[in-house]
């Protein structure tokens, strides 16, 4: 790996040398007062895409980012390094009643760094039900094809030609044997090795994240990077119609605890990327004018459901590009606003984050964990926020001031979640799996697709017994058509404060329907350009 690492140039060794200006706030020995065109929250896919087109357009951009600066040279495949370093609570974030594990990222790209690179459009339907139910009129296929057409351009999204690993092929197989339509997952890389630790960091510069293409264009066209620094709160005007300031606390190594140093950020512009838990919590926290009790509610998280299940060549799912085939039929066999319907796809199997996920314990959870390269698995995302009673979460705050999503399982989000085991169990079966697994606590092993049907029937539906994930967090400061029906309007503007744009994925209304990626590239460029078209003289 050193010697890879060696021939791989690493654009911020570069970037750095030549000038970019960068401050670790962990070696901060003073507190520091900085003025700027913009201040951008977050380094992710809302901010990073924000911060390339305002610095583009001449602007002086801090972009602040609370997690810390590690690039290429600092991945090394390695579990035990990646989920400290580069996410949210060390990959363990969970809901209040702990019953959904939520995987975020927290570190100079954000989520981008470590995500699995599949990019999706917002489906039409969905764009339909916010015009017609939400009133969003501009938001159409039509009007949003160019930002998409530009962001895929911009970060390499096409089609992966690459032969999908056998943990994407048991479930086109399993498709195949059932009759079941699928397709292939877009990415966005250039010149991908296909290793499978994309949620690792990628070692090889291929994944075309915030941290390889936004964020290093920015700093070259003169934006300022802050890491370690964790915006405590924003300060108002004495009409409480601006944002005067930004409140940060410089943070020390380990990215969690506040050193003593502050750093105030005078703006003419705000723009909040924190992310779907981390911009509501921020406001939140500021006190921010919220006159219909909108922030925080209804936030999406795609609810995730799995299935084991060992095969007896081996799967090594591991290796090779993480998710390359997904099936969309289960998404459209009811009305968009009817039972949750859910995507099928697959997620990569490492050893650590499988045995935080795998049910059992002791002997029976070592003996799974030795069958591990036999192991395939699939997915099961919900759409969530469409049904009149998925009305999604809410993001609090605990007694530290640090966001907490109350998101309670109700009996809509059960029924999915039920309907997806069974349908991966047959899916699984039907692509030759030997035995089916469905992950929930008080799941068997199951020789047939008959057994894993009982089985699963009489599970009980209940957080902490049900394994239950997501990687997709949206809403929580949504757009709506004027001020009581959301915290922004369709541009990201925040309809009380008018100095302060949101550009994340916390402005949707509802979830996608579909990994929220692309969307949140899409929309943020469409947000950007308008916020520089407003501040032009």
């Known amino acids: 790996m050193t010697a890879i690492k060696m021939a791989i140039p690493d654009p911020w060794e570069t970037g750095l040398s030549q000038g970019w200006q960068v401050t670790d706030g962990a070696e901060l020995t003073e507190d520091l007062t900085l003025q700027a065109d913009v201040a951008i929250v977050g380094s992710g896919a809302g901010g990073g895409m924000a911060a390339e087109v305002l610095a583009e357009h001449g602007f002086s951009v801090v972009l602040i980012e609370e997690g810390g600066l590690k690039s290429s040279r600092d991945f090394h495949l390695l579990e035990r390094e990646a989920y400290p370093t580069l996410y949210q609570e060390a990959a363990a974030r969970k809901t209040a009643d702990r019953g959904i594990t939520i995987l975020q990222g927290r570190t100079v790209g954000g989520g981008t760094t470590v995500n699995w690179t599949s990019s999706f459009r917002t489906p039409v339907s969905t764009l339909a039900w916010w015009r017609e139910q939400l009133g969003l009129h501009t938001l159409t296929e039509a009007t949003l094809a160019p930002w998409f057409e530009r962001a895929e351009t911009r970060l390499g999204v096409a089609d992966w030609l690459v032969e999908p690993n056998a943990n994407n092929q048991a479930l086109g197989r399993g498709c195949r044997a059932l009759g079941i339509p699928y397709g292939q ?24 994240s915030m941290l390889v293409t936004t964020i290093p264009a920015a700093l070259t066209h003169g934006a300022r ?108 066999t009811q009305p968009i606003d009817g039972p949750l319907g859910f995507k099928l796809e697959v997620p990569p199997v490492h050893p650590l984050l499988m045995a935080a996920t795998l049910s059992g314990f002791g002997a029976a959870h070592a003996a799974q964990m030795r069958d591990l390269p036999h192991l395939q698995v699939m997915l099961a995302l919900s759409r969530d926020g469409f049904h009149p009673a998925s009305q999604g979460g809410a993001v609090r705050l605990g007694r530290d001031g640090l966001p907490q999503l109350d998101y309670p399982l109700g009996d809509v989000e059960w029924d999915a979640i039920r309907r997806s085991w069974l349908t991966m169990a047959e899916l699984q079966f039907a692509a030759g799996a030997e035995s089916v697994l469905t992950v929930h606590e008080l799941a068997r092993p199951a020789r047939s697709w008959a057994e894993a049907r009982r089985q699963i029937g009489d599970l009980p539906l209940k957080a902490g017994l049900a394994r239950v994930v997501s990687a997709h967090v949206m809403g929580g400061a949504a757009m709506g058509a004027d001020a009581r029906s959301g915290v922004v309007d369709q541009w990201g503007r925040h309809w009380q404060l008018t100095n302060l744009t949101v550009i994340d994925g916390s402005v949707f209304p509802t979830s996608i329907g579909a990994n929220p990626q692309l969307s949140v590239y899409a929309f943020s460029l469409r947000a950007a350009e308008a916020l520089a078209t407003r501040m032009r003289p």
């Open 185 to 208: 997952i877009r990415r966005n890389v250039r010149g991908c090795w296909n290793l499978g630790y994309c949620g690792m960091g990628c070692a090889t510069n291929a994944k075309q």
């Open 225 to 332: 990077l802050l890491t370690r620094l964790r915006v405590e709160s924003l300060q108002f005007n004495a009409a409480a119609d601006r944002v005067s300031s930004l409140r940060c606390l410089a943070l020390v190594g380990d990215g969690i605890r506040p050193s003593g140093r502050t750093v105030t950020i005078q703006a003419r512009q705000v723009v909040l990327s924190a992310g779907a838990i981390g911009t509501p919590a921020l406001l939140l926290r500021s006190a921010a004018p919220d006159p219909h009790g909108l922030l925080g509610r209804r936030t999406f998280l795609h609810p995730v459901a799995l299935s084991g299940a060992r095969f007896k060549q081996r799967i090594d799912a591991f290796d090779g590009a993480p998710q390359t085939l997904y099936s969309d039929h289960f998404m459209h």
